[in-house]
């Protein structure tokens, strides 16, 4: 399971963009509406120039005490993140993302944002296949009986 791709665990995602003169307050709304928990922001070149999560929300914007209105993503993402290729393994990812202490990947392909895996994405995949082991555990037991 380990082996499996990022791309694989990617699924039919959609990015979540937004240009650096957005504010906190978009990025929370845009989130809260899509139902992500991260925005990559991105340059006037169309290039990956950071990323906006859900922490970066609390940790930078509500805990300091920022007006979310007047406080821009520049002001306040992740410059410049780490990011993994869309081929890499999904051992790769979460290896990179617990040494450098991150919850959210912005997975490259070409050059180009395709996704954004977050560590639940992984937990949720480890999930799905404990269930799906434990059901068929249960129908070979009742097989049996």
Same mark, same amino acid.
């Given at each position: 399971m &380990?082996? *499996? #791709?990022? !791309?694989?665990?990617l699924g039919g995602q959609f990015v979540v963009? &937004?240009?650096?003169? @957005? #504010? @906190?307050? $978009?990025a929370a709304r845009i989130m809260s509406d899509r139902?992500? @928990?991260?925005v990559v922001v991105e340059g006037d070149d169309g290039h990956l120039v950071g990323i906006f999560t859900e922490r970066d929300m609390l940790d930078r914007v509500v805990a300091p005490g920022r007006d979310a209105d007047n406080t821009t993503l520049s002001d306040v993402m992740t410059p410049h993140p &780490? #990011?993994?290729?869309a081929d890499s393994t999904v051992a790769? @990812?979460?290896?990179?993302?617990?040494?450098c202490g991150? !919850?959210? &990947?912005p997975v490259m392909e070409g050059g180009a944002v395709?996704?954004?895996?977050?560590? *639940? $994405?992984?937990?949720?995949e480890e999930v799905a296949a404990v269930d799906h082991e434990q059901a068929n555990r249960t129908a070979v037991w009742q097989y049996l009986r």
């Amino acid at each position: 399971m &380990l082996n *499996r #791709t990022v !791309r694989d665990v990617l699924g039919g995602q959609f990015v979540v963009w &937004l240009p650096p003169s @957005a #504010t @906190a307050r $978009d990025a929370a709304r845009i989130m809260s509406d899509r139902h992500v @928990a991260s925005v990559v922001v991105e340059g006037d070149d169309g290039h990956l120039v950071g990323i906006f999560t859900e922490r970066d929300m609390l940790d930078r914007v509500v805990a300091p005490g920022r007006d979310a209105d007047n406080t821009t993503l520049s002001d306040v993402m992740t410059p410049h993140p &780490l #990011t993994i290729a869309a081929d890499s393994t999904v051992a790769h @990812a979460i290896n990179e993302m617990k040494d450098c202490g991150l !919850r959210h &990947l912005p997975v490259m392909e070409g050059g180009a944002v395709i996704g954004v895996v977050s560590m *639940r $994405d992984f937990i949720s995949e480890e999930v799905a296949a404990v269930d799906h082991e434990q059901a068929n555990r249960t129908a070979v037991w009742q097989y049996l009986r």
